[in-house]
């Protein structure tokens, strides 16, 4: 298996753009879960899903930010409209509900100037 | 409320000496707890849980962490550190009275001098 796979793996853009984010999970895990890394703040859960369905998403920061799993081979991350401060490594990670381990992508990291 | 205390923000250690990485925690319930490797420009590694059981959990890469319950910690160590542990290191606890939700510490970076 490839892996948990993310893209696009760099992002620029200027303040006020949509962005994006990608994530495709390891076949057969049906958590996915989205997290953002940042100096100041550390790893924080944003949302994470079990079967497609969102499950929690109270560390989603604002309205400007969203998610969805349309299948379960595919998730997103939108930023809409995008702000320097949201500026971060965003990683997603799976897991299966049988095990503890979360396996993470490689991550996407944002730049918003 | 979950959380997790890394005291260290940075942990330095000679080649072929033993390193211990420290993490505390709180948590309400039963804690399930974890560590997890960052090498730059890559996502978390897993390397070693614990759920129940004994409190002495080995791991991948000759890893291993104590769970002690009276003192909430849950200490990584290594009995000989190699110059390519040198990476950030994450406790992370998930309290099973709050579904999947994990909680990441602040990390430690490891530094393994030659």
């Known amino acids: 298996d490839a892996g948990v796979i993310q893209s696009p793996r760099h992002e620029v853009t200027e303040m006020g753009q949509e962005v994006t984010l990608r994530c495709k999970p390891i076949?057969?895990?049906?958590?996915l879960f989205w997290y953002r890394q940042t100096m100041m703040r550390g790893l924080e859960l944003l949302i994470y899903?079990?079967?497609?369905?969102?499950?929690?998403d109270s560390g989603m920061p604002e309205d400007r930010f969203s998610a969805k799993m349309p299948n379960a081979s595919f998730s997103t991350l939108k930023i809409q409209p995008s702000e320097p401060r949201d500026s971060a490594v965003y990683f997603c990670?799976?897991?299966?509900?049988?095990?503890?381990?979360?396996?993470f992508g490689p991550g996407t990291r944002l730049t918003v100037t | 409320a979950q959380s997790v205390a890394q005291p260290e923000d940075q942990v330095n250690v000679a080649e072929g000496n033993p390193l211990t990485v420290k993490c505390t925690y709180s948590?309400?319930?039963?804690?399930?707890l974890f560590w997890y490797v960052q090498y730059p420009n890559r996502g978390l590694q897993f390397l070693l849980k614990?759920?129940?059981?004994?409190?002495l959990v080995k791991g991948s890469y000759g890893f291993e962490a104590e769970f002690n319950k009276s003192q909430t910690s849950f200490h990584l160590k290594k009995p000989s550190a190699l110059v390519s542990d040198s990476a950030l290191y994450f406790c992370?606890?998930?309290?099973?009275?709050?579904?999947?939700?994990?909680?990441f510490g602040p990390g430690t970076r490891l530094s393994v001098l030659p």
């Open positions: 990670a799976t897991q299966t509900s049988g095990s503890y381990e979360q396996y």
């Open positions: 076949s057969g895990h049906d958590y």
């Open positions: 899903f079990n079967n497609n369905v969102p499950i929690d």
């Open positions: 948590v309400s319930g039963n804690p399930y």
């Open positions: 614990y759920i129940t059981g004994d409190n």
């Open positions: 992370a606890v998930r309290d099973n009275n709050y579904g999947q939700n994990f909680v």
